[in-house]
């Protein structure tokens, strides 16, 4: 991506609705193949790695990532590769996995709202509140009469998180039904991944079309100026980081982060240094 230029996905609207089709797993038109997208990816990952340290200098907001996906969508190695130039210190990882005994006697936005990073920092979540409208709904975990309001509980809640200084970029990972199968195959027959499987994630894949109708509510009725969602074709894993790490440094230069002037102490300290 060239400084300026739009990065290729476009916050979804209320009115288009995410497209969730097979297809639209794939690279959209205009991603770069082979070795330019290497190479493109490298400029942007450096680049993030720049605003991250002058986003951290600078303190006054903060960035909020959500990723959410189906299993073996990638949200894993898409935190792995695209947060990799950044410095640890900077930014904070929460997965969000079935709420503890204790985050089950509190609100479901309690857990959340003590993870949202602070100024400075950058924020990744590993699924999320969102996760409250799509397992909870699917599996029948609570009424709809609970879940049907949540939405707005939703809306609001991140509104106000924006309005507090935090930039909030949500990406679901679309992968295909085939991708996914080929996905778990490979997990079960590797030793290495195979500590990854959870026999609920063939439960999940059985429940596709339901998920795909929780998934299409959510980020329909989600996706606002405030806290757009963008939904990624994740079927390839490189296009996928590239296509992240697009949006992620257009919105840090939008936000024109800069070091903080030194205080007249500070400059004057550079004379005392022996
Ligand atoms: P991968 O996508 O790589 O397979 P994962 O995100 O599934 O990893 P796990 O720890 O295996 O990681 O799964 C977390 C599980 O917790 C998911 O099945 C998810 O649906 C579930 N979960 C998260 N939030 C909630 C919630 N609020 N209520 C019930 N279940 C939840």
Not at 43 to 55: A, H, T
Not at 181 to 199: G, I, V
Not at 242 to 271: F, H, M, N, T, W
Request: glycine share 6%; hydrophobic share 40%; aromatic share 8%.
């Amino acid at each position: 991506m060239k400084r300026g230029s739009a990065p290729i996905l476009a916050p979804v609207t209320s009115r288009s609705g995410p497209t969730l089709t097979d297809g639209a797993a794939r690279p959209p038109k205009g991603t770069p193949k082979g070795d330019d997208l290497d190479g493109e990816t490298d400029v942007l990952l450096e680049r993030l790695g720049e605003l991250q340290e002058v986003f951290y200098a600078d303190a006054r907001r903060s960035l909020l990532v959500v990723l959410q996906g189906r299993d073996a969508a990638g949200k894993d190695g898409t935190i792995r590769r695209v947060f990799e130039p950044c410095n640890p210190q900077g930014c904070q990882v929460t997965s969000f996995g079935v709420p503890s005994t204790l985050e089950m006697r509190h609100d479901y936005l309690w857990r959340i709202h003590q993870a949202v990073p602070a100024r400075g920092m950058i924020g990744i979540f590993n699924r999320s509140h969102y996760e409250d409208v799509l397992v909870v709904r699917v599996r029948d975990l609570v009424p709809r009469s609970v879940w049907s309001k949540r939405y707005d509980h939703i809306n609001a809640f991140e509104r106000m998180l924006a309005e507090s200084g935090v930039t909030i970029l949500k990406f679901f990972l679309h992968v295909s039904r085939d991708e996914q199968k080929e996905r778990l195959r490979e997990r079960l027959d590797d030793p290495e991944k195979n500590w990854k499987f959870r026999a609920g994630d063939l439960d999940d894949r059985a429940l596709w079309d339901d998920y795909s109708r929780a998934y299409r509510e959510a980020i329909t009725r989600c996706s606002t100026p405030w806290a757009p969602w963008y939904v990624v074709p994740a079927d390839k894993k490189r296009a996928r980081d590239y296509l992240v790490a697009q949006v992620i440094v257009a919105a840090l230069e939008g936000l024109k982060p800069r070091y903080p002037k030194a205080d007249e102490d500070v400059l004057a300290a550079a004379d005392k240094i022996v």
